[in-house]
Antibody, heavy 121, light 105 residues
Framework: EVQLLESGGGLVQPGGSLRLSCVASGLTFSNYDMNWVRRAPGKSLEWVSTVTATGVHTYYADSVKGRFTISRDNSKNTLYLQMNNLGLEDTAIYYC??????????????WGQGTLVTVSS | QMTQSPSILSASVGDRVTITCRASQSVSVWLAWYQQKPGKAPNLLIHKSSILKSGVPSRFSGSGSGTEFTLTIASLQPDDFATYFCHQYHTYPCTFGQGTKLEIK
């Protein structure tokens, strides 16, 4: 059974930083492009970022470009999202996910349970 | 940009419903549909416009290409009342539609 377990969410002040982690099990992690997707309260899903299987290529939503950094450690089956200069608009549940993306259009989808990030003063 | 409609849909068990997603430019067939229930992660229903994910009931179907796509539920079941999202994965940045909340009438 595939499991994606996120951690690192919490309450942070505007301008602050957080680092999310996602540990994967039950799949060959190094074979897959991995993603962060978020859903803010009352809003739609928003794709945040993708890192390719080898970690060489990264892609970002315009809303987070320059503030967020996605990375992975295939030796630890772990995906990361470093979030800097957080704003109120970044408040959301953040999901670690393997979903179809332009660089890996396969049919599988796996999601974590989500971790809540709240940006508030 | 993906424009999804309607934003809210009220229907009854047994109804046939259709949700539409329109892309601002062609995404070929690279369009997926997700279902999300409160407090849960999304779940992929359909990928590549019309291919049902394994295990998804056959009452769900998808169609379209280019800029116009539809998700149809042939006969609504109680478990289907949820929020549905389209998602284009033709090019980066990937984009989701605004969502359609399917409510019980």
């Amino acid at each position: 059974e595939v499991q994606l377990l996120e951690s690192g969410g919490g309450l942070v002040q505007p301008g602050g930083s957080l680092r999310l982690s996602c540990v994967a099990s039950g799949l060959t992690f190094s074979n897959y492009d991995m993603n962060w997707v978020r859903r803010a309260p009352g809003k739609s899903l928003e794709w945040v970022s993708t890192v390719t299987a080898t970690g060489v290529h990264t892609y970002y939503a315009d809303s987070v470009k320059g503030r967020f950094t996605i990375s992975r450690d295939n030796s630890k089956n772990t995906l990361y999202l470093q979030m800097n200069n957080l704003g109120l608009e970044d408040t959301a549940i953040y999901y670690c996910a393997k979903v179809p993306v332009p660089t890996m259009k396969g049919a599988d989808d796996y999601w974590g349970q989500g971790t809540l990030v709240t940006v508030s003063s | 940009q993906m424009t999804q409609s309607p934003s809210i849909l009220s229907a009854s068990v047994g109804d046939r419903v259709t949700i539409t997603c329109r892309a601002s430019q062609s995404v070929s067939v690279w369009l997926a549909w997700y279902q999300q229930k409160p407090g849960k992660a999304p779940n992929l229903l359909i990928h590549k416009s019309s291919i049902l994910k394994s295990g998804v009931p056959s009452r769900f179907s998808g169609s379209g290409s280019g800029t116009e796509f539809t998700l149809t539920i042939a006969s609504l079941q109680p478990d289907d009342f949820a929020t549905y999202f389209c998602h284009q994965y033709h090019t980066y940045p990937c984009t989701f539609g605004q969502g359609t909340k399917l409510e019980i009438k």
